[in-house]
């Protein structure tokens, strides 16, 4: 890339969260250099045509499908989920904890809403996360939870349907699926009087 020049004569140097970065400040030339080498990587490792053939346009998201999917790519579960949230068909996102904060969140921005719990804020206190039982390694069920959490709620609308899935890692991180759907959907809730987990029930059984 012609643009990218380093900053040491012939060195570029590159840290680890160098590896992270997803949008550059304003006038970082440094950062946008790395951004744009972040994105061509990612396309190249996993090729939108290749993801979207794997992913299925009838696959319900899940934890599972997106840690089977990072095996099969070699990928990171933080590369593959950010890829997985902007490719798949359903409107998911992915919020990346550490020691019960949000860290990160991986959407794609033209389909699912803006995440209200913001970087270093404590995840909301009725989320899945909070679940007893939950085991390292082992992805949570599929479960509803308030889309307030979440997401702002225009007042005076019936609110959409948010479902979550949890997946605890080690050294107190974890990763949280959120899958959205809006409440005029007729295909979801066709008679208005569907409860939020028989619209969770009513969208996984077409992946059945």
Known sequence: MPSHVPDDKGRFLCSKSDMSLLSPKEGDRRAKMEVEANRFSSLILMPPPALRMEIGKNSAPSLEHMLSLATKFDVSKDAMARAYAEYHSETIAFVVVHDGKVVRNYRNKMRFPFIT?????????????????????VPS???TRLPENWIDIERGRQ???????????????????????PAD??????D?????????????????
Do not use: C
């Open 117 to 137: 719990a913001l970087r270093g804020k404590a995840v909301p206190e009725r989320s899945l996360f909070y679940r007893k039982g939950l085991r390292i390694g």
């Open 185 to 190: 959907d007729p295909e979801y809730d066709e």
């Open 141 to 143: 069920d599929v479960d």
């Open 192 to 208: 208005g009087e569907r409860t939020a987990k028989e619209r969770l029930k009513h969208r996984q059984s077409r992946f059945s």
């Open 159 to 181: 609110a959409p349907t948010m479902s979550e899935q949890v997946y605890l890692q080690s050294n107190g991180f974890a990763l949280i699926m959120l899958w959205y759907e």
